[in-house]
């Protein structure tokens, strides 16, 4: 079963605006990341936060953390027209180092 | 930029045909995944390697196999295609535990269109 559910599942905003996901999670995690997807194209990875982190900022991404409610927000700051992608949250559990799991992915459209 | 390469990218073939789906990577790392997408929905993973002659089954049963002979190669083989194998499929790797590197690195995926 999966593990990560983003929300919302579609967002579409203006150019400049930014982009908030979130993404929950059910067992306890090693660390969160999260990875874009371009349509038909493979995954790419965006950053990744550990669950001893709260925050982390990576260009105009910040993630933000929270075991206590075992959920994740990814902000896009000043959105482009090139982030239109598909956004997936993926966890590693903290026993199994082999596994990745990820979520459903929330579509990021970004209106000129 | 990730050294992972799958080909074909795209594959349109008839009911019954064997297909195979070819994944290498130069960054020698150990760990390969295959994993299967249905178009702007979630992935799952269908077959996973520690390293050579190492081959696990993943979360999502699938009639595929797999196999790891050199560390650099992770092929993907369906004996006899169906359309219910219309998929993406996507492989990736990564240089060590999850807990530790953390990321995995993709392929651009190969898209099997079954008749």
């Known amino acids: 079963s999966q593990q990560g559910e983003e929300d919302p599942q579609a967002l579409s905003i203006q150019e400049g605006e930014n982009a908030t996901m979130n993404c929950s999670y059910k067992t306890s995690i090693n660390n969160l990341q999260w990875y874009r997807q371009n349509s038909g194209r493979g995954l790419v990875h965006l950053i990744l936060i550990r669950s001893n982190e709260r925050e982390k900022h990576s260009g105009r991404l910040r993630v933000t953390l929270d075991t206590s409610k075992k959920s994740s927000s990814l902000l896009i700051t000043a959105s482009r027209a090139a982030d239109t992608a598909s956004y997936f949250c993926?966890?590693?559990?903290?026993?199994?180092?082999?596994?990745?799991?990820f979520g459903k992915g929330t579509r990021l459209h970004i209106l000129p | 930029e990730a050294d992972i390469y799958q080909t074909p990218r795209y594959l349109v073939i008839g009911t019954g045909k064997k297909i195979t789906l070819e994944c290498s990577q130069t960054m020698g790392h150990d760990k390969m995944y295959w994993y299967q997408q249905d178009p702007g929905m979630e992935l799952h993973l269908i077959h996973y390697?520690?390293?050579?002659?190492?081959?696990e089954k993943g979360d999502l049963s699938s009639e595929s196999t797999v196999s790891r002979i050199r560390t650099e190669h992770f092929p993907l083989t369906l004996e006899s295609a169906r359309p219910s194998h219309t998929s993406q499929y996507l492989c990736?790797?990564?240089?060590?535990?999850?807990?530790?590197?953390?990321?995995?690195?993709f392929g651009e995926g190969s898209r099997l269109t079954v008749l």
């Open positions: 390697s520690y390293g050579v002659n190492s081959t």
């Open positions: 993926a966890t590693v559990s903290r026993n199994r180092d082999d596994k990745i799991i």
């Open positions: 990736a790797s990564s240089g060590g535990g999850l807990t530790v590197t953390g990321e995995l690195f």
